[in-house]
């Protein structure tokens, strides 16, 4: 290898080129992660301060939501109910992702949360690790949290605001008897915000259910897939990866709403229609036409108005005597063929 240096050829051993390239390899690895971990910390500084900004002085506390999907109609609702709940009691709810133009995870705006020292947050639940973490280091700095529709096994958290796992599987069962025919295997989809130990619970409840049910083909036997990811991206490649493998069972529950509405579009991309049970969870307006159209036999949801203000009030209480109860049930709600017309009436009364 030659190079030139000051008018003159200068020649390098091989070996010596592979030391020079390594280094300039190693060296822009290093100036790239040094200039990502600029940029990071300036957005979470700018992050912040946007967060501090929004303490007005008319309320008394500022309190953070925050969800996986934070822009579903589910989601959106729990804000909305939570925000007026707590507009009339003095308390600030915020939801930091409609404030900023970057997609952070859920990890990164909990941690957002917890740095700019606000009064309380109000968490949709996962069991990662790095929410338990992040979890005691909210404790720590004395900012109570309230876990909403999933729990999370830790004492960092004040109380817990969602349905109990005996009471869905029974509504999943009864839905599941009206439209049983001959089918024996069933399909349980869920995301990563569902630890393995709920999900055993949620698929024993429903056989316990069925224990004195007698089937056509006996006991129903299920299957359990996780998609390790909250993207609608990688639900749906998921999903469509299903359909393509031919890995589907005849009856489908899908426990979320990304999940739900991706199966409904795969069973009509695939044509399956007719094929498959599907059971789907939340609400939205995909979801709504799935039912109207039958593709979907009936969604479970909580009702999401009564959440968010369960949680605000929550807040509220622990926050003026520093106690709550651990628990707080929200009743859930099943929404199928026989009921859907008074769901879509609500929708096109709120659009007018």
Known sequence: MFMKLGGKKIKFKSNSALVIAAGCTVAFMFLTTIISFVLYNQRMHEANNLLKEAKYTQYDSYVVLIASNDKSDFW????????????????????????????????????????????????????????????????????PVITLETDIASESRVSFVGVNNYTIANLYADA?????????????????????????????????????????????????????????????EYIQNLFQKNEIQPVVICLDELSTAGFYQAMIDYNKVGQILLFGNYESQSIYTGIKQGVIKSTVTMNASSMGQAAAKAFIEYH?????????????????????????????????
């Open 76 to 143: 959106q609702n729990v804000y909305q109910s939570a925000f007026e709940y707590g507009k009339e009691h003095g308390v600030y709810v915020d939801m930091i992702s409609d404030n900023v133009d970057v997609n952070y995870s859920k990890t990164e705006l909990l941690e957002m949360a917890i740095e700019s020292g606000c009064d309380g947050i109000m968490l949709e639940g996962d069991d990662q690790p790095e929410t338990q973490e992040l979890l005691t280091k909210a404790y720590s700095a004395h900012i």
């Open 176 to 236: 599941i008897k009206k439209n049983l025919v001959k089918q024996k295997h069933v399909m349980v989809i869920a995301n990563n915000t569902y630890a393995d130990a709920t999900l055993n619970t949620f698929v024993n409840n429903i056989q316990g259910a069925f224990s004195e049910e007698e089937l056509p083909n006996g006991p129903l036997e299920f299957e359990v897939r996780r998609i390790e990811s909250n993207d609608a991206f990688a639900t749906e």
């Open 320 to 352: 003026q005597t520093g106690h709550v109860s651990d628990y707080i049930n929200v009743e859930p709600e099943i929404i199928d063929g026989d009921n859907i017309e008074s769901y879509l009436k609500e929708v096109e009364d709120a659009n007018h």
